[in-house]
């Protein structure tokens, strides 16, 4: 038979597809599985968005624009404004999610073999987006015992080589929850300066900041027009992730430009998803108000009842909705499928995400489990007795 | 500032784009432009789809499944059987479009330097996912003489290399409206086999077809499981061309498995298209009766009236809603543009697709235009005798 390609061998799986037929078994026994693993929240998109789907009058779905309709984007720049990032509606490129925007991106400035830094533990599909473009993904390493703050510049700086094209922060961060400090922004903004780099930054979580904490976003810095490239989502914004529209933002036309023929050749973002967003861009203040306080609420049972657990250590998240946390265990790989093929408390168990597949240095973060917080607070504090039930028995 | 991608700078922009200011500025002027030159079809969307989308009840819309659901996917393998080609669910990955999912065939089976047959002109995307995967595109030449018939294998062998992984044919054809035989596809498929490569067929207008033509599919061929994978789409099939919805099938479960990877990065196809793409089929054969019949009428009346005007020279299709068109001119690019920029008939005129971004030898296709034939019978006729006036006045 013909032979598959080399990149499509190399291309990851996600942290937890191994991890998926074990929950799927336990399920069909009829245990409980509560799914700390995932980054889908429970909370409901804005019914202006819905809305707006629902009472549609298409009567030919047809193609939208490539780059997404003017009014969208123009819109779309009424909302940066908001957020004190000023831009036009053509330094915007909608796109078929975060997921497409950072592909096209990473398209539009690298060849095979060239070098974007990330600090680690890092977005998993960060690996394979620069798989399938060659592109080597090289780690500077933060660590929990910092919460996961920005990695000092000079360890940056000693892994620039002449291939090296782009710094990528996710701010604020998954799997970390850490948020980038002003300090931190401006430091990288010096560095790609310097080194003539891009500094792309995706904020997709923008909105999750919690105690007082601000979000600064690449795009507050001046001088950095043509070097800071956001990615970004409606996704987690508006709990709208099987929307699937996202956009570039970029002052930078030559990058834009270079993106937009990638768009073109996909033709164009799903129509009915564009409605919907679009619509999104009216949701209330209130919703997000709603919402922030949920996270905070959750965010704060999560991080109490895990402390309350022997040798084990959190990261205490300043955003987005994840946190990593250190285990009394050596392999978070095998720890979570024992969770999900052989554990039960009360016909009940929970599925983690192992997380050495959030970092790319070899044996990193295998006493490391990523939790996100999309459950609500009963369940979570369930989970978490299940967890410290589970570390009691559990001998690796 | 930092350099965009060599890739980037090398993407083809589409055919039509430097022509979209021209039309935009003409009508701004108040002339009324056909558009002959886009595959976007004024047929309607089935109402079965669209009220799946109107009457939906989500609350939260969230991720859906990176392979497509297993309830979509069983429905499809349902909606194969009645087209004869045997398969199974999970013979299926359900994509954002047939781009993607010719996307993610391109990425699962060739790595950079990797080249593909295509008989040329083809669907000018084709170019663009090549050169975002960093491969090679070999055209081998077909004529309007001959209809735009597969070329001879003996021209297919002699383009083999150690480097070549694939052919990629669209049947029927966009630009040319060509339906391969069966003896054709036979010849293909044991190409394929000899060779050992795999045999891509973008499928997407396989219900267009005229004449009592029926479409054969390489998935009829027996022995082919490993080398045959299919692209489609339901696009063009239902006037979904928003919807964003597609798929790949193959019996070649490495392929499969690889594509699911790339398909997993990008998390899920998106889900309201999903709901619309699910209840398509559900469509009536009554709507597929109408929309066949409208097409042929209009391709009767297109064919008719070209042939009418002298020295031009009409491949006749069969399938599709496309066909190439040679003028008695030099420069089917400054043409185009002088009907935008120029020409006027009682204040109208016509955009067509100048073929030569259809073809990727240098120089071919220069005297023809890609016309689809998506506008109603009326506005055909007139586009045809705009079409006739122009070229009774036009020197190059």
Redesign the interface.
């Known amino acids: 038979?013909?032979?598959?390609?080399?990149?499509?061998?190399l291309?990851?799986?996600?942290p937890i597809?191994k991890l998926v037929p074990y929950a799927e078994k336990a399920k069909k026994e009829g245990v409980n599985v509560y799914h700390l693993n995932i980054g889908?929240?429970?909370?409901?998109?804005p019914e202006v968005?819905?809305n707006a789907?629902?009472?549609?009058s298409?009567?030919?779905?047809?193609?939208?624009r490539s780059d997404g309709s003017d009014t969208y984007r123009t819109k779309l720049a009424g909302y940066y404004k908001k957020h004190d990032i000023h831009v036009r509606a053509d330094d915007i490129l909608v796109t078929?999610?975060g997921?497409?925007a950072l592909?096209f991106t990473f398209?539009?400035?690298?060849?095979?073999g060239?070098e974007v830094i990330i600090p680690e533990p890092f977005y998993a599909?960060y690996n394979?987006?620069s798989t399938?473009q060659?592109v080597k993904v090289v780690p500077v390493a933060s660590n929990i015992e910092s919460n996961f703050a920005l990695p000092p510049i000079a360890d940056f700086e000693a892994l620039i080589t002449p291939k090296t094209?782009?710094i990528l922060i996710c701010n604020p961060g998954n799997p970390t929850g850490y948020l980038y400090s002003k300090s931190e922004i401006k430091q990288l903004a010096i560095l790609v300066k310097k080194h003539?780099?891009?500094l792309i930054s995706d904020e997709v979580y923008r909105e999750f900041t919690y105690d007082g904490h601000v979000h600064y976003s690449i795009m507050h810095e001046k001088n950095l027009e043509?070097?800071a490239i956001i990615i970004d989502s409606v996704s987690k914004r508006y709990?709208?992730?099987?929307?699937?529209i996202g956009c570039i933002v970029t002052k930078?036309k030559?990058?834009l430009e270079?993106?937009l023929?990638?768009a073109?050749?996909?033709?164009?973002?799903?129509?009915?998803?564009l409605l919907?967003s679009e619509a999104a861009l009216e949701t209330p203040d209130s919703y997000f108000n709603e919402v922030i306080s949920e996270y905070v609420e959750r965010r704060n049972v999560l991080v109490e009842e895990l402390e309350k657990i022997d040798g084990v250590k959190v990261a205490n998240p300043k955003g987005a909705f994840y946190c990593i946390v250190e285990l009394p265990i050596n392999d978070s790989d095998v720890f979570a499928q024992w969770l999900l093929e052989k554990f039960r408390f009360k016909n009940e168990t929970i599925m983690v995400a192992p997380a050495a597949g959030f970092y790319s240095t070899e044996g990193l973060g295998k006493n490391q489990v990523r939790i996100a917080y999309v459950l609500n607070k009963k369940d979570l504090r369930t989970s978490v007795a299940i967890l410290k039930a589970a570390l009691s028995q559990y001998k690796d």
Do not use: H, W
């Not at 038979?1 to 061998?9: L, V």
């Not at 789907?53 to 549609?56: G, I, L, Q, R, T």
């Not at 298409?58 to 939208?64: K, N």
């Not at 709990?239 to 699937?244: D, E, F, L, N, P």
């Open positions: 038979m013909p032979n598959i390609s080399r990149k499509g061998q291309m990851p799986q996600s597809r889908q929240p429970d909370i409901k998109t968005a819905l789907v629902k009472n549609n298409l009567v030919t779905l047809a193609y939208s078929t999610g997921s497409e592909f398209g539009s400035i690298m060849d095979p060239d599909n394979g987006f399938a060659g094209k782009a003539d780099l891009f043509l070097n709990s709208m992730c099987g929307a699937r930078n030559t990058v270079t993106a023929k990638f073109q050749a996909r033709l164009s973002p799903p129509t009915y998803a919907a």
